[in-house]
């Protein structure tokens, strides 16, 4: 069975496009020219999915979310080819919980003096989303020059790698320092976590509707 599209997304996403193994942590997307990207990412089986294969049990391994680890290349390729138990299943799931861990606390230790600073910060993670959004998107110049470029392959690419992790800081970094927020931005963050949830959903598995992006958040923060 091949690995389904929801569970791809799902790893990459949670993964942010980086290697989860401690320490090495290598952002397994590449750019080749402004339409053209590939990704250098692996996929690999914790329990493999042949009986002789790497850490195969009584029965394959699934090709499920559950059973992956996102892996660059070296990293699978030493954990594959290392004797029988130096890479053990619970180790390899430590691993993964432990980088999935790391990415969704993005931006929680920022701890700022004022209001001021924290703007600025989120200021940065905006301009990034946007500026990825205005030259990959669905309404970019690329998107509607060149419709058969792979410039959509790395649209999704970025959305996984770049615009959801920046979400989840802008959360966690103003949850951080809500004590510096007005009473508008307050307001204006409630509604920028609304749409920043809907949107991971959304880009997991296809939504028809979702709160679009608050005007009123870009106002309070930028």
């Known amino acids: 069975m091949a690995i389904s599209e929801a569970d791809i997304k799902t790893l990459w ?6 290697c989860s193994r401690p320490g090495c942590g290598a952002d397994l997307t590449r750019i080749a020219n402004p339409d053209q990207a590939y ?36 990293c699978h390729r030493d954990i594959d080819k290392a004797p029988e138990g130096t890479f053990p ?11 999935e861990a790391k990415i969704r606390a993005y931006g929680s230790e920022d701890v700022y003096s004022t209001n001021d600073e924290l703007k600025t910060a989120i200021g940065l993670l905006l301009a990034e989303n946007h500026a990825t ?8 110049d ?12 790395l649209w999704q690419l970025r ?5 959801l992790p920046n979400n989840r800081k802008i959360i966690n970094s103003i949850r ?14 409630a509604r920028f ?30």
Not at 133 to 140: A, K, M
Not at 142 to 153: D, Q, V
Not at 176 to 183: D, E, M
Not at 194 to 220: C, G, I, Q, T, W
């Open 89 to 99: 299943v619970e180790l390899l799931h430590s691993w993964k919980d432990q980088h």
């Open 39 to 74: 990704n250098v990412g692996e996929m690999a089986h914790v329990i493999a999915h042949s009986k002789a294969g790497p850490r195969g049990g009584k029965e394959p391994g699934s090709d499920t979310y559950a059973n992956l680890i996102l892996l660059c290349p070296t």
């Open 133 to 140: 959004w205005e030259t990959l998107g669905p309404n970019s």
């Open 176 to 189: 951080a320092n809500i004590k510096l927020l007005n009473p508008p931005q307050r307001s204006a963050f």
């Open 193 to 222: 976590v609304n749409h920043a949830e809907s949107y991971e959903d959304h880009v997991y598995d296809r939504r028809d509707e979702y709160p679009l992006f608050p005007a009123m958040f870009e106002k309070e923060f930028s």
């Open 159 to 163: 959305r996984l790698d770049k615009i």
């Open 142 to 153: 690329i998107a509607k020059n060149n419709p058969m470029s792979n410039a959509h392959t």
């Open 13 to 18: 996403g949670r993964a942010a496009g980086f």
